[in-house]
């Protein structure tokens, strides 16, 4: 069981908006603004996508965004395109020296 | 531009040992000195878990409770090369092993390829 908790799946239409959420405790995403978030295709590495919960990092569309409030993140993706369809996961910095994921969404573009 | 290659991984029995390496290759100006450095596994068709980090200079180390004891992660900053010594490996430890580069706050920003570890009889 991951320390995150996130819908393992999540869908949208092309050219439409969805929204992820993450959930943790006070101690993970409540506690710090160290959020981040990471794209994967299959059978590829994981892509560094936001991190203080919603800065991007060069490179990535301002078509992916993210929030936070209390021990909730969110990564919302806007103006649907095909490639978007792969896992999505949270990871927030769990103080004591730790990282915690979550355990992973699948987005399907519709 | 940073890029990580992973190397080292394989078919292992319960109870053995591997020693995974990561090398970086880095634009000039960039030092691989100055990088934290990670290690996160994913078991086939699982999620992301970390397993460890390492600060500059090699001086701090912090392990997932999974992996306490059994995995050392060390770094050669002579060759830019970040290792994970694998020991009483167990078939859970089975998963694909990537190394990262931290930007802060383990937030990591730079992914290798990763690199096959099984373990089984």
């Known amino acids: 069981q991951s320390a995150l908790t996130q819908p393992p799946s999540a869908s949208g239409s092309l050219g439409q908006s969805v929204a992820i959420s993450c959930t943790g405790t006070?101690?993970?995403?409540?506690?710090?603004?160290?959020v981040s978030w990471y794209q994967q295709h299959p059978g590829k590495a994981p892509k560094f996508l936001l991190y203080?919960?919603?800065k991007r990092p060069s490179g990535v569309p301002d078509r992916f965004s993210g929030s936070k409030s209390g021990n909730t993140a969110s990564l919302t993706v806007s103006g649907l395109q095909v490639e978007d369809e792969a896992y999505y996961y949270c990871?927030?910095?769990?103080?004591?020296?730790?990282?915690?994921f979550g355990g992973g969404t699948k987005l399907t573009v519709l | 531009e940073v890029q990580l290659v992973e190397s080292g991984g394989g078919l292992v029995q319960p109870g053995g040992s591997l020693r995974l390496s990561c090398t970086a290759s880095v634009d000039s100006g960039v030092s691989f000195t100055t990088f934290e450095m990670n290690w996160v596994r994913q078991a086939p068709g699982k999620g992301l878990e970390w397993v460890s980090y390492i600060s500059t200079r090699g001086d701090r180390t912090h392990y997932a409770d999974s992996v306490k004891g059994r995995f050392t992660t060390s770094r050669d900053d002579a060759t830019n090369s970040l290792f994970l010594q694998m020991d009483s490996l167990r078939v859970e430890d089975t998963a694909i092993y990537y190394c990262?580069?931290?930007?802060?706050?383990?937030?990591?920003?730079?992914w290798g390829q990763g690199t096959l570890v099984t373990v089984s009889s």
């Open positions: 990871s927030s910095f769990a103080g004591i020296n730790k990282l915690v």
């Open positions: 006070s101690s993970d995403v409540g506690g710090y603004n160290y």
């Open positions: 203080e919960v919603s």
């Open positions: 990262a580069k931290e930007r802060r706050y383990y937030e990591l920003e730079n």
